[in-house]
């Protein structure tokens, strides 16, 4: 099964509007940890924002905001704003929290984010 | 370094021939972890490490793939007898701490990559 579902293959977006990128995410564990990358055309992987499981308050790093639903088990990125420069793959990933070492950062397959003009 | 190294950053190599990948970590991160991306996909993990001690290689496609990291720091992944199918980029990354029950909020740290092709 999948561990991370991100059901939109590609997004457009205008420039300063506001997009939602979607994440579900599947574990039996308590603790976990939800992460969003970004990954522009020239191919760095760059840290956006962090969602723990046990965090009662969604995640905010400036213009990024985490729409986390524990229930129905979601982690959705919210980017306000749009820039051109936003336009590049968005990756969710989750760290679950078993395991006597931890357990490795699993990826959805991502969402190609094009802001126009 | 200031950020992790890889290197070289692109390989093209003969079907058949065995290939070195290099990754030198962050100063000072004591996990190591090695993916391979598809184009258009997300990162499909390999292995990781905790300073020199391979904790988990259940990503490892085959017998042909191996990594080490003898000192706990710079890591190389090994494809041997290469295939056409091996062709990806391959991507380290480090994190400072090792993962954990209640350090679930490690984020990793990415190196550019190594662009494998094999023809």
């Known amino acids: 099964a999948q561990k991370i579902t991100q059901t939109q293959p590609g997004m457009f977006v205008q420039e300063k509007e506001a997009v939602t990128l979607d994440c579900t995410y599947d574990t039996s564990d308590q603790s976990y940890g939800l992460f969003w990358y970004k990954q522009p055309s020239s191919g760095e992987m760059i840290f956006l924002i962090y969602?723990?499981?046990?965090?009662?308050q969604n995640a905010t790093e400036g213009r990024y905001s985490l729409n986390f639903q524990k229930a129905r088990k979601s982690a959705n990125l919210v980017i306000s704003a749009s820039q051109l420069g936003d336009s590049a793959m968005y990756f969710c990933a989750m760290r679950e929290g078993s395991g006597e070492y931890g357990n490795k950062l699993v990826f959805g397959a991502g969402t190609i984010l094009r802001v126009k003009s | 370094g200031a950020g992790v190294s890889q290197s070289p950053r692109y390989k093209v190599t003969k079907r058949g021939q065995d290939v070195a990948l290099r990754c030198d970590p962050i100063?000072?991160?004591?996990?190591l972890y090695w993916y391979r991306q598809a184009l258009g996909q997300g990162p499909e993990f390999l292995t990781y490490?905790?300073?020199?001690?391979?904790?988990?290689k259940s990503g490892l496609p085959n017998d042909r793939f191996s990594a080490e990291r003898p000192e706990g720091s710079i890591s190389t992944l090994t494809i041997q007898r290469t295939e056409q199918r091996d062709s990806a980029m391959y991507r380290c990354?480090?994190?400072?701490?090792?993962?954990?029950?209640?350090?679930?909020?490690?984020?990793?740290?990415f190196g550019s990559g190594t662009q494998l092709s094999v023809l």
């Open positions: 969602q723990g499981s046990y965090d009662e």
């Open positions: 490490f905790n300073y020199e001690a391979q904790q988990d």
């Open positions: 990354a480090s994190s400072l701490v090792p993962p954990g029950p209640f350090a679930t909020n490690e984020k990793l740290f």
């Open positions: 100063s000072g991160h004591v996990s």
